[in-house]
């Protein structure tokens, strides 16, 4: 029998994408998880550092605030120096603020609230990176088809975060105190950076990938160049550049809306647990499972919204059509949180909030706009700006949320200010962004920021 010639054999379709999609999702899953940390925690540390609900307000926002700061240079250094580097330096550095946290339960009583406000800062600063370089990575790595499922994919980490670490958190916390909580979000960052290294690569650098499957994304809309040669670009962040893309009708509706849909995140990440423990009367141990179901069914929303989205787009419908539908109706159905003020069983609090939060994952569809969006020469700028006013709510959420709670003694009014903001960003992606389409932008050259 004589052998194949072997001209014409066919190269083995690789899919090395979902490997770097998987990556994504975990190291997301870590970074909420190190919020998820504190929320849980938080509970046993307002009693054991005699925290008022202002001052755990602060607390809970502390890294929302550099967090947010951290945007547009992250955007500027993932484009400058590419995702890989930047993302993964993030990962090792946030781990090691989570170990000192556990660590500053030891310093003296007067300067505790300090030292971890200030860790809160730095990690809140080093994991600027992650959403704008998952973008970044997904434009790179994706075709359009499929970038819809891919962004819901890692966009669903800040649910399943929720699932995975907050029974984990409670407890640790019943069993071991607030502090071992922190430490095991240390080893699983330093385990996670080990492995980003070792699996993550530029599309077209990667050692596994077949030429079939670069061809697949490159001739799909995905951006395999966008990494490449990156020690001889240009600081794509300058004030021109900024002023470009908020002079977009488009870009600034779909900021807005991100805002308004992050809300609605930073209210489950930070306040649940205690709205759970003080206002439905659930013990530490019993709030961290409680919050694993409305969190699976916003990892299940977020799944679905995403599948929901690109299979419109193969339908035929309009990009615009296809993911500005999912958006309205996970929305509206994040509204019936309201819902909560008006049953006084913990049976029907948790359906609703159930609802509220499989809602909120199905219209959490920002990243993938920003995907489709971005002028090629900007994604992880527009990342980071996108994500800049989408986290501004990591510091108006809890502080808004604290002052209601800490004035009116419920969280009746702070229901009302969540949901309400799901009706803005309906209103914010109908009436101001108009048709999706990517942005072709050449940027002035100006001094960098």
């Not at 929901?308 to 509206?332: C, E, H, N, Q, V």
Request: hydrophobic share 50%; with cysteine.
């Amino acid at each position: 029998m004589s052998r194949p010639d072997p001209s014409i054999l066919v190269e083995k379709q690789t899919h090395i994408r979902y490997l770097i999609v998987t990556m994504l999702f975990i190291a997301s899953c870590f970074s909420y998880g190190d919020r998820v940390a504190l929320a849980v925690a938080g509970v046993a540390m307002q009693k054991a550092l005699a925290l008022n609900p202002l001052k755990m307000g602060w607390l809970l926002s502390g890294a929302g605030w550099a967090y947010t700061a951290g945007q547009l240079p992250s955007g500027g250094l993932l484009d400058r120096f590419g995702s890989k580097r930047v993302y993964g330096i993030s990962i090792i550095v946030w781990s090691i603020c989570a170990f000192l946290i556990g660590l500053a339960g030891y310093a003296p009583a007067a300067m505790v609230f300090s030292i971890i406000f200030g860790l809160r800062l730095v990690s809140g600063l080093v994991q600027s990176p992650v959403f704008p370089g998952n973008g970044r990575i997904v434009a790179a790595w994706f075709p359009t088809a499929e970038r819809g499922r891919a962004c819901a994919i890692f966009n669903s980490s800040q649910y399943f975060a929720l699932v995975a670490f907050a029974p984990l958190f409670g407890w640790l916390t019943t069993h071991y105190g607030w502090r071992s909580c922190f430490y095991c979000m240390a080893l699983f960052g330093w385990l996670l950076a080990f492995a980003w290294w070792k699996l993550v690569f530029n599309a077209k650098d990667h050692p596994l990938i077949s030429r079939s499957e670069i061809d697949c994304i490159e001739s799909g809309g995905g951006l395999v160049n966008l990494d490449s040669a990156t020690g001889a670009r240009r600081n794509p962040l300058t004030w021109a550049t900024l002023k470009l893309l908020l002079s977009q009708r488009m870009l600034v509706g779909i900021y807005i809306g991100q805002f308004c849909i992050n809300t609605l995140t930073t209210f489950f990440l930070t306040w649940f647990p205690s709205y759970l423990v003080k206002q439905r009367h659930m013990t530490i141990l019993q709030a961290g499972f409680a919050a694993a179901l409305p969190a699976l069914c916003g990892f299940t929303g977020g799944i679905l919204g995403g599948i929901s989205s690109d299979w419109l787009l193969r339908k035929g419908y309009s990009l615009t059509f296809a993911r500005k539908a999912p958006i309205i109706a996970g929305m509206l159905l994040a509204v019936t949180m309201i819902g909560c003020n008006y049953t006084h069983t913990q049976t029907g609090v948790m359906a609703l909030m159930s609802l509220a939060f499989f809602g909120k994952g199905f219209g959490a569809l920002g990243w993938s706009v920003i995907a489709d969006t971005s002028p090629k020469e900007l994604v992880g700028v527009n990342g980071g700006l996108f994500n800049t006013f989408g986290n501004l709510s990591t510091i108006t959420t809890p502080m808004v949320i604290g002052f209601l709670v800490d004035k009116k003694g419920s969280f009746n009014e702070a229901l009302i200010y969540v949901g309400v903001t799901a009706l803005l960003a309906i209103f914010s992606y109908v009436v101001i962004v108009g048709e999706i389409k990517r942005l072709k932008l050449v940027p002035v050259q100006e001094a960098a920021l």
